[in-house]
């Protein structure tokens, strides 16, 4: 008979932990691919920890980890679950059951936080966490129950000795009680079992819920946009510098910043697609499809957006030509009237396929600006990470109050009776684009040569449009910087000043002024609750 000891024991539960856990996740991807792929309990507990997360935390895992702030959230609720796992491995070997009930436990806290997302409409997302959970726990009661075997039935009696080493003080006393002789090739069957099984059905779910898309993929793959009824001027050639270093005026789709609370990208098939216009003070609720707005008077315009988590002088903001249906255009057919005209709705809230909601202000969007359901980027269909197939950019307001992606509904309501996602984590109701400047380059800690050193950036005050920029060296006197010409004023302005560069370290300060004559102000503010304020320096040193 094999003897199992203590030192041999302990590792093992834990890997009969680990293969739980893994089991659990494997299994609930298998489900979630026949639900919906956000239903799984890693992408539903991230999504819960995003809701929950205090504003002053985002914005610290937005400043650190970019646009890898969804990874590194991903990776470390894994991470937790492998250390939980272990642990509930070694807590089974003494009590199996616990152990088992441990793993069910996280199968409730996943299915909780599945069925709690805004937008999970059906108590089908907990299946994929219970699934999971019952199949790890399952799983745990029965490779624990190998490593205790009554009375081992070993076929591999030549290694006895190996593990039941005579350190181990315990081994002899529970083998005189029987209990302890295991079944050393039954567990590394099983184990090895369940391995091969988990990866295969957690493969068989990722491909599964990869290949949901394909309708989305397709129907994309389809657009051809029409040519804008009002196209976008030309941009002048003067608005375009090329200093080296400077980020470019039009900014590439793939370059794009990317800022939203989506850990699985929503794909949306746009021959599927409906919104509705309804809600206070709208006459003739409206029920659009991705076609009607397509055969609708587009216009195509040059914006500038911005994020309000974009710190002063941080890169989340970006610049594109937008083609899409004037808002005012449809609110107009469906009979609302601005708050100024006596409509009874101050606030339009856009709500997403995957429960974000944005509320701006109607006054604004009627207001004769170019606020518009965009269906076109630079050219071609929204990437599926811009919010194919329809969202809205409203030029001069940051995108959480303006530009929802994923577009699915459109409600008129107001700012007393309805708080939207990032209002209610204490971000401001209304917020317009703060008066802002940038230095692109040179680059903080630059080492230039002493001689002429290019100092160039970009300028934006999204629908006031930029006057005035001037730049800093040190304490001296402010001096203006050459602008580049103005494409709209709902677009950023490039800049830049050629400098006397001498020997030693500098400060290079940078600041705007709008053309309603308001200056950059030097006083700094946190992103949060209306977006940051302050003047861009940067460190260099001439050598
Ligand atoms: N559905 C949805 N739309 C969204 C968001 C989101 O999290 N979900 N984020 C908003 C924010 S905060 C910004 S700044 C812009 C960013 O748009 P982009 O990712 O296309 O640059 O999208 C807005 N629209
Ligand atoms: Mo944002």
Not at 25 to 48: H, N, T, Y
């Amino acid at each position: 008979m094999k003897i199992l000891s203590r030192g041999i024991r302990l590792p093992l539960a834990a890997l009969s932990g680990l293969l739980a856990g893994f089991a659990a996740l494997a299994v609930a991807e298998l489900v979630s691919a026949a639900v919906r792929p956000e239903s799984g309990p890693v992408i539903a507990v991230g999504g819960a920890s995003i809701d929950r997360t205090p504003p002053a935390v985002k914005d610290w895992a937005i400043r650190h980890f970019g646009t890898n702030d969804k990874l590194v959230l991903q990776l470390g609720i894994l991470a937790v679950l492998a250390l939980l796992a272990l642990v509930l491995g070694v807590l089974a070997l003494r009590l199996r059951r616990t152990g088992a009930a441990g793993v069910l436990l996280f199968g409730v806290v996943g299915a909780l936080a599945a069925t709690g997302r805004p937008d999970s409409t059906s108590l089908a997302d907990a299946l994929p966490s219970v699934a999971g959970a019952v199949a790890g726990a399952g799983l745990l009661y029965f490779l624990i129950g190998r490593l205790t075997l009554r009375g081992g039935t070993s076929t591999d009696p030549g290694a006895n000795g190996v593990e039941g080493s005579p350190g181990e003080e315990g081994s002899a006393a529970e083998v005189a009680d029987g209990s302890l002789g295991w079944d050393r090739r039954g567990f590394v069957i099983a184990a090895g079992a369940a391995a091969a099984a988990s990866s295969g059905a957690g493969l068989l779910g990722r491909s599964l819920n990869d290949s949901r898309g394909q309708g989305a993929v397709a129907s994309r793959a389809k657009v051809t946009l029409p040519r804008p009824a009002s196209p976008a001027r030309p941009i002048p050639s003067g608005a375009i510098l090329h200093t080296a270093g400077i980020s470019p005026f039009v900014t590439p789709n793939a370059d794009f910043y990317r800022v939203d609370t989506a850990l699985v990208i929503p794909k949306v098939d746009a021959t599927s697609w409906r919104m509705k216009i309804h809600g206070k003070g709208v006459g003739r609720p409206l029920t659009l499809t991705f076609q009607d707005l397509l055969e609708r008077r587009l216009i195509e315009r040059d914006i500038t957006l911005t994020c309000v988590s974009n710190e002063v002088g941080g890169p989340y903001v970006g610049n594109a030509r937008w083609i899409g249906v004037p808002l005012a255009d449809l609110l107009k057919e469906a009979g609302v009237r601005p708050p100024s005209r006596g409509g009874p709705a101050d606030q339009l809230v856009a709500r997403s396929v995957d429960g974000m909601t944005i509320g701006s202000p109607v006054e604004d969007i009627m207001d004769g600006r170019d606020a518009m359901l965009a269906l076109g980027m630079n050219g071609e269909p929204l990437p599926f990470v811009h919010g194919f197939p329809v969202r809205m950019v409203v030029p001069g307001l940051y995108g959480y109050v303006s530009a929802c992606k994923w577009l699915q509904d459109l409600e008129l309501t107001t700012f007393d009776a309805y708080d939207s996602y990032w209002v209610k984590r204490s971000w401001a109701r209304k917020a317009p684009i703060k008066t802002e400047s940038r230095i692109d380059t040179p680059k903080p800690f630059a080492r230039p040569k002493p001689g002429t050193v290019m100092i160039a950036g970009a300028a934006w005050a999204q629908h006031r449009g930029i006057e005035r920029v001037e730049v800093r060296v040190d304490d001296g006197a402010w001096t203006p910087a050459d602008l580049a010409a103005e494409d709209t004023a709902d677009t950023w302005r490039q800049w830049s000043l050629p400098w006397k560069a001498t020997s030693g370290a500098h400060t290079l300060t940078v600041r705007a002024t709008d053309r309603t004559g308001r200056v950059q102000t030097e006083q700094r503010t946190q992103t949060i609750p209306d977006g940051a304020s302050g003047w861009h320096s940067v460190v260099i040193t001439v050598d």
